[in-house]
């Protein structure tokens, strides 16, 4: 079982930057596909961006390629998503998800656990 939280979200202006965390529990940190989802009201859950098992292969939505970052960092059983030139279609609940393996699809019946998400609001 693992378990995952998100924290760093907030308000923040157009332009702006935030970073999102999210820690994962579990000593199979390592093996795991990571992503980030977000979902604005009134809408499905999309993909963000994603990281593989071994923090080699990042992929990215297209409106946040440039803009967006993903990353981990195994010392802590952390990713992160970098998130700056925000704007205000950015606002969404964004949650993390792990995926217990290997490859990290874009669809979100591809992971097996799920953060409560943290909001991110972009005023304009």
């Known amino acids: 079982q693992v378990q995952v939280v998100e924290s760093g979200g907030g308000l923040v202006r157009a332009g702006g930057s935030l970073r999102l965390s999210c820690a994962a529990s579990?000593?199979?940190?390592?093996?795991?596909?990571m992503g980030w989802f977000r979902q604005a009201p009134g809408k499905e859950r999309e993909f963000v961006a994603a990281?593989?098992?071994?923090?080699?292969?990042?992929y990215y939505k297209d409106s946040v390629k440039g803009r967006f970052t993903i990353s981990r960092e195994y010392a802590k059983n952390t990713v992160y998503l970098q998130m700056n030139s925000l704007k205000p279609e950015d606002t969404a609940v964004y949650y993390c998800?792990?995926?217990?393996?290997?490859?990290?699809?874009?669809?979100?019946?591809?992971?097996?656990?799920w953060g409560q998400g943290t909001q991110v609001t972009v005023s304009s």
């Open positions: 990281i593989n098992w071994s923090g080699t292969s990042t």
């Open positions: 998800a792990a995926r217990a393996a290997r490859t990290v699809p874009s669809d979100t019946r591809g992971y097996d656990y």
């Open positions: 579990g000593r199979t940190f390592s093996s795991y596909g």
